[in-house]
């Protein structure tokens, strides 16, 4: 069993990881809508990953013999102006997420749980690698213009994107 506060922590980031899910499938059908496979395919590989983080945490409180508890997603965002302001609110959201898995890391540190602590290290680490590989792409983005050959070239890049298990 864990705290009280701390399994609600994790529950709630076990939801926010599958509204992260959510936000990530909603960007791919806005790509898949204008024809742009590879970026739809990146995004529908993206809320996948969401979906494997979501059940990290479903484990974990299974695990610790915690029950995890679903909430209401909410309607994610549906329209986009621009792949480049995809990226841009993707940049956004990871930030947000490891906002979410300080505090997380911090209210363990204050209650001394430390099996929980050793959890959290894998997220720290991803989050640092997603927010680099969103920076990485809006550099990317910035410098082209969308449906030319360099931004038909990222499609067919970002149709090679497959889940890592
Ligand atoms: Fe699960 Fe992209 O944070």
């Known amino acids: 069993m864990l705290n009280e506060r701390l399994t609600q922590a994790l529950n709630d980031q076990f ?17 898949s809508k204008r024809n742009y496979h590879g970026f739809a395919n990146f995004f529908l590989v993206q809320s996948r990953e969401e979906h494997q983080h979501a059940m990290r945490f479903y484990d974990y409180l299974v695990t610790m013999d915690e029950k995890p508890a679903l909430q209401g997603l909410e309607a994610p965002k549906n329209d986009y102006s621009s792949a480049l302001e995809v990226m841009e609110s993707s940049l956004e959201q990871e930030k947000s997420v490891t906002a979410n898995i300080y505090d997380l890391v911090s209210l363990a540190d204050e209650l001394q749980e430390h099996a929980t602590l050793s959890f959290l290290d894998w997220f720290i680490e991803e989050q640092m690698e997603e927010e680099k590989m969103f920076r990485d792409i809006i550099t990317r983005l910035k410098g082209i213009e969308e449906g030319r050959e360099y931004f038909l070239k990222m499609d ?10």
């Open 15 to 31: 939801n926010n990881e599958l509204q992260a899910s959510h936000a990530y499938t909603a960007m791919a059908a806005y790509f």
């Open 156 to 165: 067919d890049e970002f149709a090679e994107r497959k889940l890592e298990e």
